[in-house]
Structure formats: structure tokens, C-alpha cells
């Protein structure tokens, strides 16, 4: 019987993926021609041409790797491609993380020959970004997988150990530490349901960095004593072989200690001679304890504990509120994770539940929940078809279920029995091609039903689907977005649309103001960018996409000041759209965001920029010195900067050796690098932010009282309260929405005051020897024009007057002038 549930499942894992398939109440991981039930992602392309994944491709990363690749799913996303020499043919991730997926598909036709695999869940860090969830849905179109929802991690464990056994009502965490990617997650378990709180993660944390930490502390600097090899190090591309082999003999060393207290790296390869400067070859077994190990990852396993931490404070929530763990990923079988964890958070966590392939069965469970698309479902021409329509997961025990059936002008009925025979429908009516009824269920299992299709004189009728199940006692919620989306203004700040967080499928629409204008007909465009992350400074998150609106767009000029409405839609695959109106001329742009691959990073300018990080982390520093606040001090020294620091430089340095991921990772480390330190800065200037905060309050509370109106006087109070809390709280982000937003009234309650306009005017004016206008000779234009117009007290011809003078400045030449200024995003609040 062909299902009308998708009922595949996959773990496309950075290190290991796994494929599993939902057969008759039981989820089946499929094992793989060497009968393991997981297969590394490695592709080879050998002499012959042919393209191996898996084990045998993982035998050859080592010795061939110029043929092999490993580690493309932390690529997805990205530009970066491998060349395969002996074949010259290059593949990019998507490419790559495809060949694993067929070679997952034919696991299945191993063991189930007839069976197509054209629609599969597949599972993907809840940490992924948007442009990655895109490649990985190529991925999936390249392998021939037409229809490939994305369950995020967390949920596809969760999900598992909850059909595998009851799971507490309250909140759970999904501890999740892969071979490249780490995510932790919070989620609820209310009457069954099912859903993700808050998560956190870093896309770049996993064994990977657990390996390449003991080869550059333990086993290089064993090297370099024991053997001629003073400027060994993995930014010179001469000694790639003895890093492939040193990266693997790490890698196998790591795995023995999490059963033995003692391990040996081997640094020999069989295939070719290792040699030093002298060509001495080189041949060592360099012991490594448990302990030094513990040593070694300690940073790792304190960056996934800030991120714990930091779910936990976000949702107001303490480690004794969470009624269980659940530990993912081959790295969670280290005995020092398990202690650390069991040490800062003290939560139950069952493990007997094995981590390598929960993912996969979660997905597969899941799978079971999600119908095929019509055009994929293998109809069969010599039977009926039911569109079936029901929840295949409820927590209640009675469901409704419906079902259109191509009756061919035929009279027909159909019953539905539950196959242990407890509950019948009785005879169905199809009328008008349709039927309709509620079923049965037994609580906390699945519950399997036939379908039987009769004609009036009680003769069977082959139909297809001939069975379906609902499992009964759990759900899933939609996830909600993992990171906030939204636009960059003027100034470069990231304003969101969505928090990260938020419920999907989502909407928003907010208004903003031009700060560009833009001629019929000309070649000027106005841009609006539209970002991905959390950080406060555009720059710091993922760039999307952007919408431009040029001259051969517009039939009127937009001018400086027009009112532009920016609407933003996200549904559940969180495929983004994005929609631009322009209130004057009642013109809208649109488009879906094509979240294109990110340019490969310039290795120069990562460098200039980690001097720059390091020279402002040194301020940081010596300013930490003189501050007061203790609770300053502690969230300074929350999240471990130097160590940051260090593991990018050595990453820069491993990319010039030729490392696509070691340039990929510095980059985004150095994006958060520069958002912590934004952080950080603006942490330390808090106290100055209270005292122009207040400055601010002071002024409006004098404009208020002569000019505000009974509403803008409700406002300010309620400001006046939030802030204080702010300020409490010491909540740097909350106090700087509340500046903002005081600000605003401020300066909404100084537009309507016809000496604001003088003064702006003659702030200019004065300063008008040190600017550079863009036409000089309109400058003057204006001035004398502006002249005359307070002479005659003109106010309104004065507004235009300083708004066009406004976009003759640079952004330094407002800044010195006290005017706002306009970057390349063209919109303000």
C-alpha cells in the first residue's frame, strides 16, 4: 500500500547523517552496506570517476584529500566550492550534501527495493540561518527529493523521546553537540503538545573544534620538539598531509576517551611517508589523558553553558524548573560533558536514549505527521483515490476526519474500522464525492485504521489509501523563527520585524520616512536591506536581500521625509516576503527575499578586522578598570572574548593553508566578535547613557509643559516609568528603545515649534565654511532663499529649505552640523 504520509526521515549531520522510515507503529533506521546505521558525510570521487559516500569515502579523507571532501554542511549557504583534481570537476555544499542524501536514498532501496523516496523529512539546526534552510531544500530538489519539510533538531528529538516514552509534562532542554553545530533548546510540554520556547546555538561549535584543539596544543607542538618541523602549523599548505593525519588520529583519540581514561594519537600514514625538513620519517604515538582532553575543551563546554544560561534567563526560568534533558550528538557521550552539565544544571536526563540516531527517528515520527503533495502520491490506475484530511498527532481522543473520493458516477460508502478492532464508524455516505466522521482513539499510542470502500450492494472496491494512523497523546506546534529578521535604517541599526522567537506564519508592517530622494526617470536608486540576527548594528547579522526602487520605477519624486510602508510576511518554512508602499504615489514593490549564497570573505580585510576587534577589546579593558558596578563587571566577563579572539586567529591562519570552513568560521566570528564588542562598549558607557537619558527627560519635561498635548503627556509618564525600570534592571537595550522613543516625542513636539526651524537653520548656516555640499551653488541658493523666508516668516518654505540642505551634507558634514545622517539603507523611523 502505497502511504499517504510521507513517513521518511533524515539527519543530514555536518559528520554523520542517518535515514529512517515509519513501518507499521515502529520507526526503522536503516543500516548502511556496511550494516551501521549511521554514514559519515564524505564524498570521494575516485580515478575511475565515481562518486563514493561514506565509510569508504571517510578511509580516504586522510590520504586522498584533494578527491575526498568532509564537512560541507557548516558551507551550506556560502560560495565556497571544492575541486576535485583528479576529476576537475567542483562541487559547492549544496552539491556535495546532495550526494549524501542519494546515498541515503539507496540505503532505503537496499532494504526496500521498490520503495521511491521522493519526500523526506529532513532535520536541520535550529540555529541555521535562513540562507542555509534555503541550501539545504536545494540539496534535497538535487537529490531528487521533490518535498523535504525542515524539522528543526531540537524538535525531532523531542518528538522521538516522546513516542519512545512518556514524556513530563513542563519544560524540557535539547542539549545538542554535533560534529560542527551546537544548539540548546527549551520546550514545553503542555496536554501533550509539543513546542520549542527559545533556543540558542553557534553554527560553528562541535567535535570539529574539539579535534582541531588537540592537534594544535597537543600534537603539533609534540612535533615540532620530537622532529625538524619548526614552522609546522596549519597555515602552510606543505604540510597538509601530516594535518589530514593529525586531524584524524585526533579525531579517533577523542572518541577512545570517552571510554578510556588513557589514549594514543598515531601520527603514520600507510598510504605515503611522512617526513620532516631532514626527510626523517615521521612515525609517533603521543599518549593524551582524559584529563588533558577535559583541559583542552574546557572553553567549548563554557561557551555552551553561557548559551544554556542564557535561554534559561531569557524565559525568567532556573535549571530546577526543567523536568528533563535530552542529550543529542556523538560528542554528548564524553563522560566531562555529562559531569558539567549534570554539575551547573543538575537536570534528569535519560541516556538510554541513543543521540546518534534520535534525530533521524524524530524527523521520521514527524514525517508520519506530514501528508505528500497530491502531484507526488503514486496512484494506482486501477484503484480509487481518497484524498484523506485529518491531524495525524492530537491529544485528544476523538479526531475528525474527512475525504474526497473520485466516484467515477458511482454510489459508494465507506467504513472505517480501527484495526484492533475497538471502534467502527458504521456505514459513510459519499455524497458529492465527500465523506466526513470522527474516530476513536486509544490514548498514548498510534492508533491504526482500514478504510473500506463499498458499493450499494456491499461489494468491496479497491481504493488507495487503504489504512492511515493517528498517534494519539502528543503534537507539535509550528517552531518559531530562531532569528529576529528585519530592515537596516539609516544609521545602520538593525530594526526587527520579527523577534527571534516569534510564532510562525508571521506578518508586520511598520512605517518609516525617506531620507533619499529619488528623480523620475533617473538612474538614483533607494534601497532598503532587509538582515538576519540579533545584534543591535546592521553589520554584525546575515544579509538577506534588499528591494530598490530607482528612477524608472517612479513617476513622481519621492522626496526626503515621504512615508514609506515596509510590510514583512514569513510562513511556516520561513520563506520570507517582502512588500514596499509608498503613500505618495500609491506604488508598491514587492518581491520574495532570494537569500542568495554569502560572497566568499576577503582574507585581508578579516585580518585588518580582527586588529581592529583586538585593538578595542584592549580599551575594554583598561576601562573595565574603572568601573564601579559589579554587575557591570559580571556581564563583561560573561562570555570569554580572548578566547574567541585566539580561536579565530588560528582559524585565519588555517585558512591560508587553503581551509574553506576555517575562512567561512572566521568571518562569522568575526561578525559576533564586533557584536559583542558593540555590546560590551555600549555596557560600559551605560552610566553615560542614564546621564543623557535624564538630560533628555529634562528637556521634554519643559517642552511638555508648555507645548504637549494631554496625550503626549500620558506618554511621557508612561516613558518616565519604563525607563526607571531600565535603569534598574540595568537593561541597556531597553533604556535605548526608551531614549528613542522619548526622542521621538521630543523632536515630534519640536516640528510643530517654528523656532526649532530657525535654529536648524542657522546651526548650518554657521557651520556652512566646513561643508562640503554637493552643489555648492544650490547651497547658496538655499541659504539666501531660507534668509528670506524667516524674514518673511515663511515656516513651511523653511522646513523644505533645511530638508534639501539635509541632502546636499555627507553624513559627517550633518554630524557636524547636529543633523542626522543617511547611509545606504534609506529609511528612518
Same mark, same amino acid.
Request: proline share 4%; aromatic share 8%.
Given at each position: ?10 539527519? /543530514? ?82 552539491? /556535495? ?42 540539496? @534535497? ?8 519539510? %525542515? ?24 542539549? !545538542?553537540?554535533? #560534529?560542527?553545530?551546537?544548539?540548546? @533548546? ?41 622532529? *625538524? ?23 579517533? @583519540? ?8 588513557? @589514549? ?62 535530552? %542529550? ?62 485529518? =491531524? ?48 476513536? %482513539?486509544?490514548? #498514548? ?9 463499498? !458499493? ?80 543591535? =548594528?546592521? =553589520? ?9 526602487? &530607482?528612477? *524608472? !520605477? ?18 511556516? &518554512? ?28 576577503? /582574507? ?52 591560508? #593553508? ?37 538630560? %533628555? ?77 554637493? =552643489? ?54
Amino acid at each position: 500500500m502505497s502511504s499517504n504520509t510521507i513517513d521518511f526521515g533524515i539527519d /543530514l549531520g555536518t559528520t554523520n547523517s542517518a535515514v529512517a522510515k515509519f513501518i507499521k507503529g515502529k520507526v526503522k533506521v536503516f543500516k548502511n552496506y556496511r550494516q551501521k546505521e549511521i554514514t559519515p558525510s564524505v564524498v570521494q570521487i575516485d580515478e575511475k570517476g565515481e562518486i563514493i559516500v561514506g565509510e569508504r569515502a571517510y578511509e580516504n579523507l586522510v590520504y586522498d584529500d584533494e578527491n575526498t571532501a568532509g564537512g560541507f554542511k557548516r558551507l551550506m549557504g556560502t560560495q565556497q566550492v571544492k575541486r576535485f583534481v583528479r576529476s576537475k570537476r567542483t562541487m559547492g555544499p549544496e552539491e /556535495l550534501s546532495s550526494e549524501v542524501l542519494k546515498a541515503l536514498k539507496q540505503t532505503v532501496t537496499r532494504s526496500l527495493p521498490d520503495q521511491l523516496v521522493n519526500a523526506s523529512v529532513i532535520a536541520v539546526p535550529c540555529n541555521f540561518e535562513t540562507i542555509q534552510t534555503e541550501a539545504t531544500n536545494r540539496a @534535497a530538489k538535487l537529490a531528487g527529493i521533490e518535498f523535504a519539510p %525542515l524539522l528543526q533538531e531540537p524538535i525531532s528529538a523531542a518528538f522521538a523521546a516522546g513516542f519512545l516514552e512518556k514524556l513530563p509534562e513542563g519544560y524540557l532542554a535539547v542539549y !545538542d553537540l554535533g #560534529g560542527g553545530t551546537f544548539d540548546i @533548546a527549551l520546550l514545553s510540554v503542555r496536554e501533550g503538545i509539543l513546542s520549542i520556547v527559545t533556543s540558542a546555538g553557534d553554527n560553528w561549535l562541535g567535535g570539529t573544534e574539539f579535534d582541531w584543539k588537540i592537534v594544535e596544543e597537543i600534537v603539533f607542538p609534540t612535533l615540532k620538539r620530537e622532529y *625538524n618541523l619548526p614552522d609546522l602549523s596549519r597555515s602552510l599548505k606543505k604540510y597538509k598531509s601530516i594535518i589530514a593525519v593529525s586531524k584524524a588520529s585526533a579525531e579517533d @583519540a577523542k572518541i577512545e576517551l570517552t571510554e578510556r581514561e588513557n @589514549a594514543e594519537i598515531i601520527i603514520h600514514s600507510a598510504k605515503e611517508s611522512l617526513k620532516d625538513k631532514d626527510g626523517r620519517i615521521i612515525d609517533m604515538r603521543i599518549p593524551i589523558t582524559r584529563k588533558q582532553y577535559e583541559n583542552l575543551i574546557e572553553d567549548y563546554m563554557e561557551k555552551t553553558i553561557y548559551f544554556f544560561k542564557k535561554v534559561l534567563k531569557e524565559q525568567k526560568l532556573d535549571s530546577s524548573d526543567i523536568e528533563q534533558m535530552i %542529550l543529542v550528538g556523538g560528542p554528548t557521550f564524553t563522560p566531562y560533558i555529562r559531569k558539567r552539565l549534570k554539575e551547573e544544571f543538575n537536570i534528569y536526563t535519560d541516556y538510554d536514549i541513543d543521540p546518534m540516531t534520535i534525530v533521524a527517528q524524530g524527523a521520521t515520527l514527524f514525517a508520519h505527521t506530514q501528508f505528500i503533495p497530491e502531484s507526488l502520491y503514486k496512484k494506482s490506475p486501477d484503484k480509487i483515490f481518497i484524498n484523506l484530511a485529518y =491531524n495525524s498527532t492530537t491529544t485528544s481522543t476523538e479526531a475528525p476526519i474527512g475525504g474526497k473520493v473520485e466516484l467515477e458516477n458511482r454510489d459508494l460508502n465507506v467504513i472505517i474500522e480501527r484495526t484492533d478492532g475497538g471502534w467502527q464508524s458504521g456505514m459513510l455516505e459519499i455524497k458529492s464525492g465527500a465523506f466526513f466522521t470522527k474516530v476513536n %482513539l486509544i490514548q #498514548g499510542k498510534e492508533n491504526m485504521f482500514r478504510i473500506k470502500v463499498i !458499493d450499494k450492494k456491499g461489494n468491496p472496491i479497491s481504493a488507495e489509501p487503504s489504512e492511515f494512523s493517528i498517534i494519539q497523546g502528543i503534537s507539535v506546534d509550528n517552531p518559531p523563527l530562531p532569528h529576529s529578521i528585519g530592515v537596516k535604517l539609516e544609521d545602520g541599526t538593525f530594526d526587527p520585524h520579527f523577534e527571534r522567537g516569534a510564532p510562525l506564519p508571521a506578518k508586520s508592517t511598520k512605517k518609516y520616512f525617506s531620507t533619499k530622494s529619488v528623480l523620475p526617470g533617473s538612474s538614483e536608486e533607494f534601497l532598503i536591506q532587509f538582515y538576519e540576527g540579533e545584534f543591535e =548594528n546592521a =553589520n554584525h547579522n546575515r544579509h538577506l536581500d534588499e528591494l530598490k526602487i &530607482s528612477g *524608472n !520605477d517612479v513617476d513622481r519624486k519621492i522626496e526626503v521625509g515621504d512615508s514609506i510602508d515596509v510590510t514583512m510576511y514569513v510562513n511556516e &518554512s520561513r520563506l520570507i516576503t517582502a512588500k514596499v508602499y509608498v503613500e505618495k504615489l500609491d506604488k508598491t514593490i514587492s518581491g520574495v527575499l532570494k537569500k542568495k549564497p554569502s560572497p566568499k570573505p576577503d /582574507l585581508n580585510l578579516l585580518k585588518g578586522e580582527l586588529e581592529n576587534i583586538k585593538n578595542k577589546r584592549v580599551k575594554i579593558d583598561q576601562e573595565k578598570e574603572q568601573i564601579q558596578d559589579n554587575h557591570i563587571v559580571q556581564e563583561l566577563d560573561s562570555i570569554n572574548l580572548d578566547s574567541i579572539i585566539v580561536e579565530t586567529e588560528r582559524d585565519i591562519a588555517a585558512a591560508n #593553508g587553503g581551509d574553506p570552513g576555517a575562512v567561512e568560521k572566521a568571518s562569522r566570528r568575526l561578525k559576533d566578535l564586533g557584536g559583542y564588542i558593540n555590546q560590551q562598549e555600549k555596557l560600559i558607557a551605560f552610566p553615560k547613557t542614564v546621564a543623557e537619558f535624564n538630560e %533628555l527627560l529634562k528637556n521634554c519635561q519643559g517642552l511638555i509643559n508648555i507645548y504637549g498635548t494631554e496625550e503626549e503627556k500620558r506618554q511621557f509618564d508612561i516613558l518616565k516609568k519604563e525607563a526607571e525600570e531600565s535603569i534598574n534592571e540595568k537593561n541597556i537595550k531597553k533604556l535605548e528603545e526608551n531614549y528613542e522613543l522619548l526622542s521621538m516625542l521630543f523632536w515630534t513636539i519640536s516640528f510643530r515649534i517654528d523656532d526649532f526651524w530657525i535654529m536648524q537653520f542657522n546651526s548650518i548656516y554657521d557651520q556652512s565654511e566646513n561643508i562640503t555640499f554637493l =552643489n555648492g551653488q544650490r547651497a547658496k541658493e538655499l541659504f539666501s532663499e531660507g534668509t528670506l523666508a524667516i524674514q518673511r516668516k515663511d515656516i513651511e518654505s523653511l522646513k523644505s529649505i533645511v530638508m534639501e540642505l539635509c541632502e546636499l551634507m555627507s553624513k559627517e558634514d550633518k554630524s557636524r552640523a547636529g543633523v542626522p545622517p543617511g547611509l545606504e539603507s534609506h529609511i528612518r523611523k
